[in-house]
Nanobody, 120 residues
């Protein structure tokens, strides 16, 4: 069974930092694109940051300069370092990973979600 497990959410004051992690496990042959989405209360899920297998990154405008996405392919893990957090960053964060399994199936995986609350 191939799955993602997220960790690292929590409550933080404005201006603080958090680091999210998302680890893939199971019969994985290779990992392609990886990304983080968030869903704020009452809003649609949006792409926050993404990273390709080659390491190219892109970010939604509202987090540029504050968030950094990275990946460790040996650990099959993607990270989201979030600095200078603002109340509007509050939401449930989901990782999204495209994998090729050992049986050469292409799968799009979603993490279970982790809540980030930015509040004083």
């Amino acid at each position: 069974q191939v799955q993602l497990v997220e960790s690292g959410g929590g409550l933080v004051q404005p201006g603080g930092s958090l680091r999210l992690s998302c680890a893939a496990s199971g019969s994985i042959f290779s990992i392609n694109g990886m990304g983080w989405y968030r869903q704020a209360p009452g809003k649609q899920r949006e792409l926050v940051a993404a990273i390709t297998s080659g390491g190219s990154t892109n970010y939604v405008k509202s987090v540029k300069g504050r968030f950094t996405i990275s990946r460790d392919d040996a650990k099959k893990t993607v990270y989201l370092q979030m600095n200078s957090l603002k109340p509007e960053d509050t939401g449930v964060y989901y990782c999204n990973v495209d994998v090729v399994t050992d049986s050469f199936r292409y799968l799009e995986l979603w993490g279970q979600g982790t809540l980030v609350t930015v509040s004083s």
